[in-house]
């Protein structure tokens, strides 16, 4: 049954991460970066928050008694993930849902896996075990599908004209896209080193009688705070340069659905957090392949996505064999993870 949760609570998580683009078609007349900062000031202070006030027992004494290096680490890890989640913005905005998604989570999955196991020394006691083995080969192939999916991406863009992607991708750019993608990639994986530093707070508040499934509500808290100042300060760098600020109160737009589907975005985005930290709670000592869980279902559901949307129309059979078989793969990692977890 754990591994039947674990597996449940990433593929909820998954959806969310995969989705909470979407509300920002329906923005009219507001700047990128006005929407979102308001996507992030719900993702990422407005709903952790609530969360600790309403199922953290006593979280202020939680906080005093954490020791100082934690609380930093989080809130750093935090800032370098909030640098990855802009870019991982300003991906979707140049390369739109799904092949923007495919390619930054290509490096987020394999670098978010990895590293937190080496660096908490856990490689020789995983590899030494079937079922860590097992894991770890799950691991493997859910890279291998999300670089097919990439693959597929890279061959709709040979396919379709400009004017064709610019039909479904309003501002797209091939070239900056793909380099916002890889920073993405690269520095969203922070957020699983910070929830592996977090554990202590996990640990104190569960002490405290917090529920096992939100044991990590603290450490968001740190780990998103971070990522809100790194996107507070871009933002409003953007809002000088392009003196856009007087989005948030110009009477002649539609201020109350801009606002509407950009505080969705972010309970969307949020929402993926917490089922991700659901979902770790789950594997045990296998928590490391979490991130692949949450990146697989990722990759899945934006794709779904991408083709409802129509960011794939008029591709041809091959991409899309391609892209079916990423898929595929990426489905087959999910299942080989939950059944180490439960072999483990």
């Known amino acids: 049954m754990n591994a039947l949760f674990a597996v449940l609570f990433h593929g909820i998580g998954g959806l969310a991460a995969g989705s909470f683009y979407v509300p920002f078609r329906r923005v009219r007349e507001w700047a990128w ?27 202020e004494r939680l906080v005093q ?10 809130f750093g890890f935090g800032l370098l993930w909030g640098i990855g989640g ?25 670098f978010g896996t990895l590293v937190p196991m080496l660096q908490q020394g856990q490689f020789s006691q995983i590899v030494a075990k079937a079922s860590g083995l097992a894991t770890l080969g799950g691991v493997a192939l859910c890279v291998i599908g ?52 977090g554990k202590p707070l996990a640990g104190l508040a569960l002490a405290q009688g917090t529920p096992n499934l939100w044991q990590n509500s603290v450490a968001l808290v740190f ?6 100042t790194t996107n507070l300060l871009w933002c409003t760098f953007l809002h000088i340069r392009n003196s856009t600020s007087g989005d948030y109160i110009d ?58 949307l129509g960011e794939w129309r008029g591709c041809g059979r091959r991409t899309l064999k391609r892209l079916a078989a990423g898929l595929a793969l990426v489905v087959l990692s999910t299942m080989v993870i939950g059944l180490a977890a439960k072999l483990g």
């Open 146 to 197: 999300i670089a097919m999916c990439g693959q597929a991406g890279m061959l709709k863009e040979r396919e379709l004209s400009p004017s064709q992607q610019r039909a479904t991708v309003a501002e797209f750019h091939l070239g900056r896209g793909l380099m916002v993608a890889v920073v993405s990639g690269l520095l969203s994986a922070c957020f699983a080193f910070g929830l592996a530093a």
């Open 65 to 74: 008694a954490a020791p100082a290096n934690v609380l930093i680490a989080c």
């Open 251 to 308: 009477l002649a737009k539609p201020l109350a659905n801009n606002y509407m589907f950009s505080a969705l975005a972010g309970v969307i985005w949020y929402s993926q957090f917490m089922f991700y930290g659901f979902g770790s709670t789950f594997l045990g000592p296998y928590d490391f392949a979490g991130w692949s869980l949450h990146m697989a279902f990722i990759i899945v559901f934006s794709t779904l996505w991408g083709l409802r």
């Open 33 to 59: 970066e006005s929407y979102w900062l308001v996507n992030g000031v719900f993702a990422w202070l407005v709903m952790p928050w609530l969360v600790v006030l309403a199922v953290v027992p006593h979280w």
């Open 223 to 228: 780990i998103m705070g971070g990522g809100f």
């Open 86 to 110: 802009l870019t991982f913005g300003m991906a979707m905005r140049y390369l739109g849902v799904s092949l923007g998604m495919a390619v930054a989570l290509g490096f987020c999955a394999a």
